[in-house]
């Protein structure tokens, strides 16, 4: 099983992700779910792209021509940049809610208060 | 209730450290790891430094809203536009015209490992530049936002 | 009956993760044509060093301009989300 580490590192966290959406009451430690999850899918995205005993993708000054995969790389920068709106946006509802309401806590969420 | 001297003093000293290194990550996107993405979050990270050394009454007069909304529309602008000049030119959206040529970017790269040379790259510098602005203003007209919708009695 | 649900889904989305996670080889992508062609003709044609910055602005430009959308429209929910609560220095004209 050690030959297949990285794959199965992106296991445990996706499933720790879901996890902690699944499991979890309060609204912030759900936001951080999500985020864990992010963080798996770029980290699976990173290490499709690997070769063996190769560099990093860039000419200067570099000791050898054997080269890792670009392109995985630039998916996961769009990737990233995404991650981090939607925790802009996420956390912004979190406060939010939290004015009208009075409690981050789901289940007083759920009846309609006038 | 203001932070330590020692605090505010490192954060004065700190600020130009963090935004010439910002802006060294961004200029030199095309021959090191970074780029505009990057560069562009190193110097947010020093609006977030100052915010949080002082208070948000006495920012106010350094850091304005206005002067980064600015900013952030000038920067998406630009990368548009640099695209578009591409489409007058008489070949495809998204071309890199500079490249290769004698004008401002363009000068030939052999094949194999070199020490870098600023003056290669063509268009991708100046989307650099674009791009590196256009994150740096969102940011921190994102913390700005955040930190004067908090009133004082709770939330 | 809610949480007794919840486990079962994770232990059977567990249990199917590490089934498909043994099935991959790490170090030997299966098809690497385009990212060949990348690395091989990149540094020619755009005069550059790094091939990451090729791919994203100039191979790949489009992902890069609907990344710069979606961040400038994020930017602009968080500036929406908090017009009511502004101190300071707000005119008030409504």
């Known amino acids: 099983m050690f030959w297949n580490l990285p794959y199965i ?13 699944l499991l979890k009451k309060n609204l912030i430690k759900m936001f951080l779910g999500v985020s864990i999850l992010t963080s798996a899918v770029n980290l699976f995205l990173i290490v ?19 080269m890792v995969l670009p392109t995985p790389q630039a998916l996961c920068l769009t990737s990233i940049v995404i991650g981090v709106a939607t925790s802009a946006l996420m956390l912004s509802f979190a406060v939010v809610i939290y004015r009208y309401y009075g409690t981050v806590n789901v289940d007083e969420i759920r009846e309609l208060k006038e | 209730m203001r932070m330590s001297k020692i605090v505010r003093f490192c954060a004065d000293m700190l600020y ?29 990270t020093a609006a977030a430094l100052v915010i949080v050394a002082y208070s948000y009454e006495e920012i106010q007069g350094m850091l304005s809203k206005f002067l980064f909304q600015v900013q952030e529309s ?46 290669t790259g063509g268009v991708l510098p100046l989307m650099n530049i674009a791009v590196g602005v256009e994150v740096w203003g969102g940011l921190a007209i994102v913390i700005l936002y955040m930190l004067s919708g908090i009133t004082k009695e709770g939330v | ?47 550059t ?46």
């Open chain 1, 9 to 21: 590192a992106v296991v445990l966290l996706t499933i720790i992700g879901i996890a902690t959406i």
């Open chain 1, 48 to 66: 499709l792209g690997y070769r063996d005993s190769g560099i990093a993708p860039i000419y200067t000054y570099a000791p050898s021509e054997l």
């Open chain 2, 74 to 119: 000038g920067g998406l602008l630009m990368f548009g536009g640099v695209a578009l000049i591409a489409l007058g030119l008489g070949t495809t959206y998204f071309f890199n015209f500079l490249a290769n040529s004698g004008l401002l970017f363009g000068m030939s790269v052999p094949f194999g490992p070199n020490p870098g040379d600023l003056n």
């Open chain 3, 49 to 94: 060093n790094n091939i990451v910055t090729t791919v994203v602005f100039d191979y790949r430009g489009f992902d890069t301009l609907g990344e710069s959308t979606v961040l400038f429209t994020a930017v602009i929910g968080v500036a929406l989300m908090f017009r009511k609560y502004i101190r300071g220095d707000s005119d008030e004209n409504e």
């Open chain 2, 16 to 44: 130009p450290a963090v935004v010439i290194f910002g802006l060294y990550v961004i200029m030199h996107g095309h021959l090191t790891p970074g780029g505009g993405f990057q560069g562009g979050a190193v110097v947010a």
């Open chain 3, 1 to 47: 009956m809610k949480k007794v649900l919840s486990l079962l889904i994770l232990i059977i989305l567990t249990a199917f993760l590490f089934v498909m996670a043994a099935g991959f080889t790490f170090g030997t992508p299966l098809k690497s044509d385009m990212d060949d062609y990348f690395i091989k003709n990149g540094q020619e044609q755009i005069a």
